[in-house]
């Protein structure tokens, strides 16, 4: 055993004050060998495990049980049919704790519900479900009489030989395609593998134009409705041409012939220079006044006369 509490768990786990003479270690601790499933075996009841037999609906609260919901269910048998017995087991619902009593019905073999639910009933379509509807029991009499019988075994030999020709039609259509299993696989693997060099050459053309996704085919609608389309402004030409005039222009003075835009900004950048020397000149004059500035910055300087 891993610890001593697990091995008390198994049972397997003998104290020391107990002695074999005093019997069984469940009897020694004085409880059941169910434990909390036989607290009330005295009445009859045996707590189990029940698994929902099929859709119901809740009594209480009319919410739907699924089949297969399993419940902590109290087993009590209830009455025999012949030599089987009749149980009965007693669970609450999980969404409103309403009380579900289930009997078993040893002669139809199923489930009974006695109270607390309801059966959901559920009716489909032969034809939707692709099945066959089973005789009923005045047909399966009617087979037992010959002539009813020989009657209906005339009728369904005249439904084969109407039917005939579509059947035969369909086995040679299906006979002339899977005739050849060798052209069909090599017909397959060709168009396989031009699919695959399709997928193949639309990815390397995504990759150079820079794309990570595969780009398909272009087509006539896809050039008509870029061709709708119309730029209000020039934001994204200004925006390249900006760019462009940044990354080609020097970082150092004099390196490459300057354009108008980088004369523009060296005349400005005089003209502030300019404007912070004589600002600076005022001030040692003494001549400082708080008039003379403002919140955008130097706007002019007065000099005493």
């Known amino acids: 055993m891993s610890s001593l509490a697990a091995a008390r768990a198994d049972n397997f786990y003998y104290p020391p004050e107990w002695d074999p003479s005093q019997g069984s270690l469940n009897k020694f601790h004085g409880q059941h060998a169910l434990r909390e499933r036989a607290r009330k075996l005295d009445q009859g009841i045996l707590i189990i495990r029940f698994e929902m037999p099929f859709n119901i609906w809740c009594g209480g609260c009319n919410s739907?049980?699924?089949?297969?919901?399993?419940?902590?269910?109290?087993?009590?048998?209830?009455?025999n049919y012949y030599?089987?017995?009749?149980?009965?087991?007693?669970?609450?619902?999980?969404?409103?704790?309403?009380?579900?009593?289930?009997?078993?019905?040893?002669?139809?073999?199923?489930?009974?519900?006695?109270?607390?639910?309801?059966?959901?009933?559920?009716?489909?379509?032969?034809?939707?479900?692709?099945?066959?509807a089973l005789p009923a029991d005045d047909e399966r009499d009617k087979l037992a009489d010959p002539f009813y019988r020989l009657e209906h075994q005339e009728k369904d030999l005249k439904k084969k030989k109407e039917a005939e020709p579509v059947l035969v039609r369909l086995q040679r259509v299906s006979d002339a395609r899977h005739l050849d299993d060798y052209s069909i696989n090599k017909?397959?693997?060709?168009?396989?593998?031009?699919?695959?060099?399709?997928v193949a050459q639309e990815e390397n053309g995504s990759r150079k134009r820079g794309l990570g996704i595969r780009l398909l085919p272009a087509s006539e609608d896809d050039n008509s409705a870029a061709a709708r389309v119309k730029f209000s402004s020039k934001f994204e030409t200004n925006r390249k041409e900006k760019r462009a005039l940044i990354?080609?222009?020097?970082?150092?003075?004099?390196?490459?012939?300057?354009?108008?835009?980088?004369?523009?900004r060296v005349e400005l950048g005089s003209k502030r220079r300019k404007i912070k020397a004589s600002a600076?000149?005022?001030?040692?004059?003494?001549?400082?006044?708080?008039?003379?500035?403002?919140?955008?910055?130097?706007?002019?300087?007065?000099?005493?006369?």
Not at 66 to 78: C, I, L, M, P, S
Not at 90 to 101: D, F
Not at 250 to 261: D, H, T, V
Not at 283 to 304: C, M, V
Request: net charge positive.
């Open 64 to 79: 739907m049980i699924a089949k297969g919901v399993r419940f902590n269910a109290e087993k009590k048998q209830v009455g």
């Open 83 to 132: 030599s089987t017995k009749i149980w009965s087991f007693s669970m609450k619902s999980a969404c409103c704790k309403h009380l579900i009593v289930i009997q078993t019905d040893p002669k139809n073999c199923e489930y009974v519900i006695i109270s607390g639910a309801q059966r959901k009933t559920e009716e489909f379509d032969i034809e939707d479900a692709e099945t066959l």
């Open 187 to 198: 017909a397959l693997r060709a168009q396989l593998r031009n699919q695959k060099k399709r």
């Open 247 to 264: 990354t080609t222009g020097s970082i150092f003075r004099g390196s490459s012939r300057p354009s108008a835009a980088d004369k523009k």
């Open 280 to 305: 600076v000149s005022n001030l040692l004059a003494g001549s400082y006044k708080p008039s003379s500035w403002t919140p955008g910055g130097l706007s002019g300087s007065r000099h005493r006369t």
